[in-house]
């Protein structure tokens, strides 16, 4: 089992220092962004691909820090119907899928998209609960947009033997573990599974450790970062919480595309993102979910993903880090 970061929390630092931070902490594992909804500072794309030296000069900075290289992450909706979105996103998962097998990177980490309602629509649609016929209408058509791009999709992997991980996001098509095995199943896929975070999980009610077991070796990556559930605002505002507010234009809101920027979090949230340990217990969750992964894949790459706001950025991950060490220590993994 592979420890280490995904890089997007520390996209101010060069990348050497960087990878020295991460080999500071004791991890071993970089995941590096390649597009998608935040660009790719720690990514000299279009110089890999030109083919002039630069794979192996930028593959040996993280020979040098001891630090290897376990994935791509190039998270966005690339099935955005806004023009000025998903065929960005699209592009980006395409030239991911390009550069991994460059480098010799065996993943690549997304998510699955949301077109729109209705053809002709120009604004993503996801359906929550689909209690109403016209909802599923809806779901239908979405997923006669999707299939056809992940077919593609999973033909672009299998060529270039890369696996295409899913993270199961809501806002997604895929957000669940049946709605990723309806993706499988309906493209065929070989080259397309799961990037098992089990944040997004845990505020939707799910257990992680389950759904990796229940889907198995469909379980191709994973990232560490967790969930807090706040009870006494969860009594009130439930787990689908939508007291989100604009971020004002002089606070430097972050791009999503397009005109679509990251919006913010409620003061008193339901539930909100927390470092490694800080909504469930190391021996309680951490453990477990170690040993379900180490069943599905030895191998299998482990990536903090910092976004607890308590903490800057290399104090988040350091705090991340010593959990997801002692976790694995206990877990034997």
Not at 223 to 239: M, S
Not at 272 to 284: I, K, M, N, S, T
Not at 289 to 308: G, T, Y
Not at 315 to 333: D, P
Request: glycine share 10%; charged share 20%; with cysteine.
């Amino acid at each position: 089992m592979k420890l280490g970061a995904y890089t997007a929390c520390l996209h101010d630092r060069p990348l050497d220092e960087t990878l020295k931070i991460l080999g500071g902490l004791g991890l071993t594992s970089a995941e590096i962004n390649a597009g998608g909804f935040i660009p790719a500072p720690h990514l000299p794309i279009d110089d890999i691909l030109a083919g002039t030296g630069a794979r192996e000069e930028y593959l040996g900075r993280f020979a040098q820090a001891g630090i290897e290289l376990t994935g791509l992450n190039v998270n966005g909706n690339p099935l955005n119907p806004d023009p000025a979105v998903g065929p960005r996103h699209a592009a980006d998962l395409h030239r991911a899928i390009e550069v991994a097998a460059v480098l010799g990177v065996k993943r690549v980490v997304t998510m699955s998209g949301l077109p729109a309602g209705e053809p002709g629509g120009r604004t993503a649609n996801w359906v929550v609960n689909p209690w109403d016929s016209q909802f599923l209408d809806i779901l239908d058509h979405q997923w006669q947009v999707a299939v056809p791009f992940w077919k593609d999709v999973n033909a672009r992997a299998a060529a270039a033997d890369v696996k295409v991980c899913i993270e199961m996001h809501p806002q997604n098509l895929v957000f669940n573990p049946p709605t990723l095995q309806r993706l499988v199943e309906q493209t065929h896929a070989t080259h397309v599974g799961a990037e098992m975070d089990p944040s997004h999980l845990f505020w939707q009610g799910m257990d992680p450790v389950a759904c990796v077991e229940h889907l198995g070796d469909l379980v191709f990556h994973a990232a560490a970062k967790d969930t807090r559930i706040n009870p006494a605002n969860a009594r009130l505002y439930g787990v689908l919480d939508d007291r989100f507010t604009r971020t004002p234009a002089d606070a430097n809101p972050l791009g999503l595309g397009g005109r679509n920027t990251l919006n913010q979090w409620p003061t008193n949230p339901a539930w909100e993102f927390v470092a490694v340990g800080r909504g469930h217990g190391v021996d309680d969750f951490w453990v477990p979910f170690l040993r379900a992964l180490h069943a599905v894949d030895p191998d299998i790459a482990v990536n903090i993903e910092h976004e607890d706001q308590a903490y800057d950025q290399v104090e988040g991950l350091r705090l991340a880090a010593e959990n997801l060490l002692a976790a694995a220590a206990k877990a034997g993994v």
